[in-house]
Nanobody
């Protein structure tokens, strides 16, 4: 069974940094396209960054040059390094895997950027 478990969220001041992790199991991680999405209160879920099985990446314009997505296939883990955080980055961050059998989501981790 597919499992995606996020960790690393929390409260950080504007301009600060935070790293998220997503531990995956139940599928061949190295072959999957995976990514991070986020949903702020009252807003739709949006793409943050994705990385494919060839390690090509794609970022939302709002996070380019501030966030870095990476993957460790040996550990079946996805990462998101977030720097220069802004209050508008506050959201629940979700890990997602796109597989042949469907799209799967983690339970999410809260990131709050505030003084």
């Amino acid at each position: 069974q597919v499992r995606l478990v996020e960790s690393g969220g929390g409260l950080v001041q504007p301009g600060g940094s935070l790293g998220l992790s997503c531990a995956a199991s139940g599928f061949t991680f190295s072959l999957a396209d995976i990514g991070w999405y986020r949903q702020a209160p009252g807003k739709e879920r949006e793409l943050v960054a994705v990385i494919d099985d060839g390690r090509s990446t794609n970022y939302a314009n709002s996070v380019k040059d501030r966030f870095t997505i990476s993957r460790d296939n040996a550990k079946s883990t996805l990462y998101l390094q977030m720097n220069s955080l802004k209050p508008e980055d506050t959201a629940v961050y979700y890990c997602s895997a796109r597989l042949f059998r469907g799209n799967y989501w983690g339970q999410g981790t809260q990131v709050t950027v505030s003084e």
